[in-house]
């Protein structure tokens, strides 16, 4: 595909513009970061994985009514998505304990919680995405109280949709971070799944063993992330095939 105008460079993405207005191209590289960036390396071959895996959960997410912004695939690396306004959110659902708020509340890493807790961090890379309660959100103009009632409501059925598809291959949902567009009909605003879904942005841990099979064998050294997400891959069928 020709090459279109750059957009937005992130970590892990690239964004052109689209072939129509109102559509990106999502270009997915093989950049692996970690801690803010502090963490860098090229794994080869996870942009072509977590292109294909975010396809299979956003394609599955829009079968049970979850509007996201997911068109179609376009080739290995490429996907043609719905531009949206980023609500500069990160909106993390968790059902068991681990990464950070283990840390904060000394949990063990794998506590069952009482139930899905969703929290939101405010996105902003030279503050670390600082965690942010809903007052915050809502005093500073980020999104109002009803866009927060719908993104807890949104957020909660990715993970109903997400641990049910983990849980079929065998793989404990632990948690995961989602990030909210808006888009508009005419004046009717709607807020859809957006950014991606992939096992960059989710704790995976296999049932029977424990495996991390997530970004977290990269943050801590546990061995080869392209395995990994080769395993969550295979699992799931979507395999590419030539990765
Ligand atoms: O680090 P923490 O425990 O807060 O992360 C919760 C979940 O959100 C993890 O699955 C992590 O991979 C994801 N996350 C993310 N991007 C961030 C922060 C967290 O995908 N910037």
Known sequence: MARRKKLYEGKAKILYEGPEPGTLVQ??????????????????????LNNRLSEFFMTGLTAIGVPNHFIKRLN???????????????????????????????????????RPIVEFSYKDDALGDPLVPEEYIIAFGWASQQDL????????????????????????????????????????MRLIVADEISP???RLWDIETGRKLDKDVFRQDLGSLSDAYTEVAKRLGVLPTNV
Not at 99 to 112: D, I, Y
């Open 149 to 188: 009632d719908d993104i807890v409501a949104l957020a909660l059925r990715v993970n109903d949709f997400m641990a049910g598809v983990m849980h079929g291959v065998g793989i404990k949902l632990i948690d995961f971070k989602i990030e909210i567009g808006r888009v508009w009909d005419g004046d009717f």
């Open 76 to 114: 290995m690396r490429e996907q043609l998505i719905r531009q949206v306004e980023i609500v500069p959110l990160e909106v993390i659902v968790r059902n068991f304990a681990a990464g950070s708020m283990a840390k904060r509340l000394g949990l063990e890493e794998g506590t069952a919680l009482p």
């Open 27 to 48: 270009y997915f590289k093989d950049d692996a970061t970690a801690f803010n960036a502090q963490k860098k390396d090229v794994i080869e071959g996870k942009g072509v």
């Open 200 to 202: 960059d942005s989710c």
